[in-house]
């Protein structure tokens, strides 16, 4: 593995008595694409949401670059350059795309906050554009988002994540309520913009067949620990994660 | 290309100055009240975007007239100008520290902390003697950098300074909405989670406008209190905190012009409705409203909307 970008050390958080993760440990090197798997309730969520400053974890160190960013807040992180998209696509629903992407770069640009000039420049629009071009949405660009499918809001909630630059991406469900069939065309077209922009991506996914082609990486939770974590070709055939993550137990005539 | 809006703004406002010249004295007056409630209900526009509104907006008018009032007799000088610096500057400073606290809060929660510290202030002036307790005080006759204009062009010279800082705050208002900083209300309005997410700061941003508002509705209460040459602590009551609510609503968000719009026809109405019904006239304005509400729920300006949509 290269030199990691990000270590996580020790990491828990308990809600009450609850606990929903329990002495996570991990390195993630630079350009990896990691695939966390698990069941509903097995803490993937809540992993994601500590390393981006949406919870606080109850204990444990989180390093990126060297730099301890436990106790930051998800402004913070966003500026340490981890950025996310959510379960729920977190768009600004009454704009349109072109909109969505115009304040998301408004934001994005150093000194852009504290200038008088308009948000809708030509050389604004123009990224604005080709964002949404790599991502496969720019036919939607007029349109009010929440009129839109589920699968081109989530393509904007990344496209929105990435207009910083971010050196690590966490995706949480990029693929969850979109159809099966719809699944590995939004997933190609996600993948081949992240690659091109060479950022390190971590991904929670629940379709093992999604993560087996385009992860290279697989981390399995269970009961808010990471049981395995290794090659997806290993993961995926360990008998403890096909046990409690793929579900075996429960179907034994699987296949 | 110049924008339009601006542009607009350019031409409206010399009109507007202009009117003031040959209008008749009533007609001078309750354009020149018309103008101060404009000035704060522009800067409840600014607050409305990001899905807020407060009930306490009376705090500032109150609190800029107040504070200009008694500078003015502190300093045993009449200038327009300084008491509008020393009411601004009051205005901007109680602003930012409440809007940090303020920011904290949304929708009824937002709302009633703010009439609630608008309150405090109306108890406090109410009992305080030395500003003439529920009496109030009265003002001198405003000077302008030295010129002190005789009785009959008092009220012209009053009309004119407010007609060009309303036109003023229009265009530095609509320049902030179109801005990224601006814009960002309409974002924080949506979902103030993927905002913090993008990398700014939502409450910054909310506090950033409430010292807005709070600066427009200073520059408002200096203006009315100059133009009815007296203030008293009514300036600070809920009621005045509604009626700016209740005009805003009855102007709508969509442009800077819509404020002006909504005091005028506010104005308007209530002069008309005193005069012929003295003992109903909140029933004419309530009247008013509801219609408003009923047939054109994005206020009187959505009306100019719908008139281009029908050109179209």
Redesign the interface.
Known sequence: MSEPILVVEGLEKSFGGVAAARDINLRLGEGEVVGVIGANGAGKTTFVNMVTGYLKPSAGTIRFRGRDITRLGPREVTGAGICRSFQVPQVFGSMSVHDNVMIALGIAEKGALASWRPLETGERARRATALLERYGIASSAGREVRLLPQGVRKLLDVAMATVSDPELLMLDEPTSGISTEEKNDIMDRLMSALRAGRKTVLFVEHDMAVVARYAGRVLAFYDGRIIADGPPSTVLADADVRRHVVGEALHPHAA | MM?RTLLAVAVATPLLVGAGFVMPSWAVFLVSAAMAKALVVLGLLVLLRTGLIPFGQALFFALGAYAAGMALEALHATDAFLALAIGTLLSVVVAAALGALLARYRDIFFAMLSMAFSMILYGLLVKTASLGGTDGFNLPSPTYLGYAPHRGAAETALYVLSAVLLGLAMALVH??L???????A??I???E?????????VRGAICVKFVIAGALAGVGGILSALSVGHIDPGMAYWTSSGEFVFVTLLAGAGSVFAPFVGSLVFETVRSFAVQYSPQTWQMTLGTVLLLVIVFLPGGLWSLAARLRRARA
């Open positions: 924008d320049l902030y179109a801005s990224p900083r601006g814009r960002l309409e974002a309005r949506d979902n989670i993927r905002v913090e997410y993008l990398g700014a700061s």
